[in-house]
């Protein structure tokens, strides 16, 4: 890569005899004259270059052509830099607007969640009511794992994101579901009944969950 040269004034460099070869020729920098200590460096630079490649740093054609690549490449630094840029702004408003649509469901006009086309059905809900009013421990057990089935689904059609009921509860942000808390404990239970054939649910416990769910379920205007 070759670095951009500058003009070096010409008292700084005596030139030899016409007859002399074409190369560096430093011999006859002055030393008469206090240059300022930056210079030094940057001086002894471009002569140690000159002298490994044989180039006189004087020809004018060697400075045009060093400033034509030094330009083209920073043309072409800018251009990556300017490119980045955008890219890694696009990449974030794209993992913004995934993380939005993860834990927020689509919003109607009114600001509220828009529930989709489902298949739920309130006379379905109804029935799931019936069995946790009824006198049979089964028929409870039975009451919770439907309304919890019934909830999740129509999570998935209102637009919360998830692969089951538990990844749905955890993605959902507070503030998006006012009854977070309690579908989780009911939730837990449900989980209790399904992993565990010996666990005893007395009534109250249903009765509780099922109206947990029912909540929810209003909240999100999949039952009236």
């Known amino acids: 890569m070759l670095l951009p040269q500058p003009t070096i004034p010409s008292w700084v460099f005596t030139l030899g005899q016409s007859s002399a070869p074409r190369g560096p020729n430093f011999s006859g920098l002055r030393t008469?004259?206090?240059?300022?200590?930056?210079?030094?460096?940057?001086?002894?630079?471009?002569?140690?270059?000159?002298?490994?490649?044989?180039?006189?740093?004087?020809?004018?054609?060697?400075?045009?052509?060093?400033?034509?690549?030094?330009?083209?490449?920073i043309i072409f630094f800018i251009f990556v830099l300017v490119y980045l840029f955008f890219r890694i702004r696009a990449i974030n408003k794209a993992m913004g607007e995934a993380t939005r649509t993860t834990q927020t469901p689509p919003a109607g006009s009114d600001g509220a969640p828009a529930i989709m086309q489902t298949t739920l059905?309130?006379?379905?809900?109804?029935?799931?009511?019936?069995?946790?009013q009824s006198y049979n421990e089964a028929e409870w057990k039975?009451?919770?794992?439907?309304?919890?089935?019934?909830?999740?689904?129509?999570?998935?059609?209102?637009?919360?994101?998830?692969?089951?009921?538990?990844?749905?509860?955890?993605?959902?942000k507070p503030g998006n579901l006012v009854s977070l808390q309690e579908l989780w404990d009911a939730h837990k239970l449900r989980n209790l009944i399904v992993h565990?054939?010996?666990?005893?649910?007395?009534?109250?416990?249903?009765?509780?969950?099922?109206?947990?769910?029912?909540?929810?379920?209003k909240e999100i205007s999949a039952v009236s």
């Open 121 to 132: 059905k309130q006379g379905s809900w109804e029935a799931i009511k019936a069995k946790a």
């Open 196 to 217: 565990d054939a010996g666990f005893s649910l007395k009534h109250n416990q249903a009765v509780v969950a099922v109206n947990v769910f029912e909540k929810v379920l």
């Open 142 to 172: 039975i009451a919770v794992i439907e309304a919890d089935k019934f909830v999740d689904d129509a999570l998935k059609a209102a637009g919360y994101q998830g692969e089951t009921m538990g990844e749905r509860l955890i993605l959902i």
């Open 32 to 73: 008469d004259i206090n240059l300022p200590n930056i210079f030094e460096p940057i001086i002894n630079f471009f002569r140690n270059i000159g002298n490994f490649f044989h180039l006189d740093l004087t020809d004018p054609d060697l400075i045009a052509t060093a400033k034509k690549v030094a330009i083209a490449f």
